[in-house]
């Protein structure tokens, strides 16, 4: 099935760092989410967007929804070493039966 | 709230023994779940749609003779691989759709 890309595929930063990593499509989508996979767990919804252009918070986190409704974007600033697990991103369109489709993943590390 | 489990977390089992997994939404009802399936390193690949009360919808390549879904309930859903090979041995995740999905923590499954 179809994939969405998402760079960096991974990435090792410090403490303290901010960091930025992105998901496109070749399909446009209605809702855009990004969930945190922790090993050996299931993900768990971070940030759900909904409008293009949309730009949303939680906590240290800020995604935001591309005007073109083909990518979306995650920031994480201030990085502390339980923001290390794999983030994805995952599209929705209306009439899809609610599907998702997910992102191939960006593995985060954080060093101390 | 939207809280999601699984069992078992984990199984060995024999080849060619049958395998089922449960999926449970513990504060709401869910007319629809998904199952997905992970390979190591890789993102979450939709396996199936469980409606309630109605035959499941099965993505492209899975065959639906070996991945059994049953949702006979609004808030559980099972699914039982069949003559289980060791190429089936991969994590298992169910999600429970409220607005949005909602993850189970996942099963290993490992066929020997």
């Known amino acids: 099935g179809q994939q969405l890309n998402q760079s960096p595929q991974s990435m090792f930063i410090q403490e303290g760092e901010d960091v930025s990593m992105n998901c496109t499509s070749s399909s446009i989508f209605n809702t855009w989410l990004w969930y945190k996979q922790d090993p050996g767990e299931g993900p768990v919804l971070l940030i759900a967007?909904?409008?293009?252009?949309e730009l949303t918070s939680n906590g240290r986190l800020t995604a935001q929804f591309g005007i073109t409704r083909k990518d979306s974007f995650l920031n994480i600033s201030a990085s502390i070493p339980s923001d290390v697990g794999i983030y994805f991103c995952a599209g929705q369109y209306t009439g899809t039966a609610s599907k998702l489709t997910f992102g191939t993943g960006t593995r985060l590390q954080v060093t101390l | 709230g939207a809280v999601v489990s699984q069992h078992p977390s984990r199984v060995i089992c024999k080849s060619g023994t049958s395998v089922k997994i449960e999926c449970r939404s513990l504060?709401?009802?869910?007319?629809?779940m998904f199952w997905y399936r992970q390979f190591p390193k890789q993102s979450l690949m939709l396996m199936a749609t469980?409606?309630?009360?109605?035959?499941?919808?099965?993505e492209q390549g899975v065959e639906k003779d070996k991945f059994l879904i049953n949702h006979a309930s609004l808030t559980l859903s099972t699914l039982t691989v069949t003559s289980a090979h060791p190429e089936d041995s991969s994590f298992y995740i169910c999600?429970?759709?409220?607005?949005?999905?909602?993850f189970g923590p996942g099963t290993r499954l490992l066929v020997l």
């Open positions: 469980s409606n309630e009360g109605s035959k499941a919808t099965y």
């Open positions: 999600s429970a759709l409220e607005e949005t999905q909602y």
């Open positions: 504060d709401f009802q869910a007319t629809t």
């Open positions: 967007l909904y409008k293009a252009g």
